[in-house]
């Protein structure tokens, strides 16, 4: 029996890809305009994206109104995580997307994304900080995430061929972006998503009924995946496999050659800017996609960094108007390396090396291992958890979380809920612990290092 609720949800996502069809020719042919068009382009992104947040957002207005509407980026504030969820409600560019009508949405959806009316998806993070962010979604720009990375497969091994079956395996939850895109931008009525906390052979059975020929992984297991295709357990024929989410671990590239014969198609991606950079298949790293938002790559004093350099920070600027939460000069603590070769591919939209600073550690006790991502789901359901460390200890783990002014944080309710994912991943009868803390401890950098292994004896 098919719910009236059903249809509605075929219907969101059939608007939701309609959006994408009708950019996806543009957005595919601007890879390959010249220098010039795109430094025009760019312009007259960053112009509108500053008109948009200074008419939408009071917040924004307030801090740019100094200004003038030629404004160049150097002369521009940075904005900070805090600086968006502390003023979430006066940032926002639509109220029906307040961070109270997000939570509460996000609090009724278990196994779809999470949609506020017809018109915007809500996603939620951890990110690199480890503190819970909640990102509204418009139509065009969600359509624009799922267009940064699939533009560069279409010009490329998909030969302008739209994928059929887009699946992912990575978060269990809708509410986590990869998920999300797959969920909405994937076929009608199929299987688009397989949690990465499933067994390896739930996974691989999975993924042979449905094979895919555009798989979006969280990189710690493209090795896993590419082992079991060799084996001649997994018999699937993508066309792209796109890991995301984690750096790739060593021989990553090397694993999908010989398992599928294809180059992975990495992409450098985040829950509130949308996707920085993506591969083109032609080469080893990714080009940003410099036509739908501005990337800086900053030294810790905030000063650009050139060629070969490593940042310490990652300043983004969505381009243009229709974001639901406008974003200028966001800092990102990413560490990227910009390259200066120009690409075999063609494309002119210059290139980062691999991103290293998005590490998220596996949990290690003796042969039992457990994707980072069992702890951050239990994690981010929860509304209070601001930011989090977990460290390993040998018997389980101490979990330090700092709690949000405005949320009740439970604390036997996390302890039990950790209890039982740990025991369902594979370690038996841990002892988990929770520490209320005023901050979170943070390295020499700065950094919040979320998962802490076990100490090695030396
Ligand atoms: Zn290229």
Avoid at 17 to 24: G, S
Avoid at 228 to 247: N, W
Wanted: glycine residues 8%.
């Amino acid at each position: 029996v098919r719910t009236s609720a059903t249809d509605n949800y075929e219907a969101i996502r059939q608007g939701f890809q309609a959006e994408a069809m009708a950019h996806a020719g543009a957005v595919v042919a601007a890879c390959d305009q010249t220098r010039e068009q795109l430094a025009r382009h760019q312009q007259h992104g960053w112009e509108a994206a500053l008109a948009y947040a200074r008419a939408v957002s009071p917040w924004h207005a307030e801090r740019l109104a100094g200004l003038g509407v030629d404004a160049a980026p150097a002369d521009v504030p940075t904005m900070t995580k805090d600086d968006l969820l502390a003023n979430f409600d006066r940032i926002v560019a639509d109220p029906r997307c307040s961070l109270a009508n997000c939570e509460a949405q996000l609090a009724a959806v278990k196994d779809r994304p999470c949609f506020v009316d017809d018109d915007y998806v809500v996603v939620t993070s951890g990110g690199t900080s480890g503190r819970r962010g909640v990102f509204p979604w418009t139509r065009s720009g969600f359509a624009g995430i799922f267009l940064s990375v699939s533009r560069w497969a279409l010009r490329g091994p998909l030969d302008g061929e739209p994928p059929r079956r887009v699946t992912s395996v990575g978060a269990r939850s809708p509410r986590h972006a990869t998920a999300a895109v797959s969920m909405v931008f994937g076929s009608s009525g199929g299987e688009t998503s397989f949690p990465v906390d499933l067994s390896v052979a739930e996974i691989v059975a999975g993924l042979n009924r449905v094979q895919p020929d555009l798989l979006v992984v969280y990189a710690s297991m493209v090795p896993i995946l590419a082992e079991e295709s060799v084996a001649g357990r997994l018999t699937i024929h993508p066309k792209v496999v796109s890991p995301t989410s984690e750096p790739l671990p060593p021989g990553c590239r090397e694993a999908a050659v010989d398992a599928w014969g294809v180059e992975l198609m990495n992409a450098y991606g985040t829950s509130e800017a949308g996707i920085l950079a993506s591969g083109c298949c032609a080469a080893a790293g990714m080009h940003v996609n410099e036509d739908l938002l501005l990337v800086e790559p900053v030294d810790a004093e905030g000063r650009p960094v050139g060629p070969g350099e490593r940042s310490a920070k990652v300043l983004v600027t969505p381009f243009g108007a229709g974001h639901a939460l406008p974003l200028i000069r966001y800092e990102l603590d990413d560490e990227v390396v910009p390259l200066d070769e120009p690409c075999p591919c063609g494309s002119p939209f210059w290139r980062l090396a691999e991103v290293t600073g998005r590490a998220d550690d596996l949990l290690v006790w003796g042969d039992v291992t457990i994707h980072p991502h069992v702890v951050r789901s239990v994690m981010s359901a929860h509304a209070g958890v601001l930011e989090y460390q977990v460290r390993v200890m040998p018997d389980g783990v101490d979990v330090d979380v700092r709690p949000s002014g405005r949320h009740h944080v439970d604390p036997y309710a996390l302890h039990f809920e950790l209890r039982a994912a740990l025991t369902q991943a594979g370690l038996p009868d841990p002892r988990v612990d929770i520490h209320r803390v005023a901050a979170v401890a943070r390295t020499d950098m700065g950094k919040l290092r979320r998962f802490v292994p076990l100490a090695r004896a030396s």
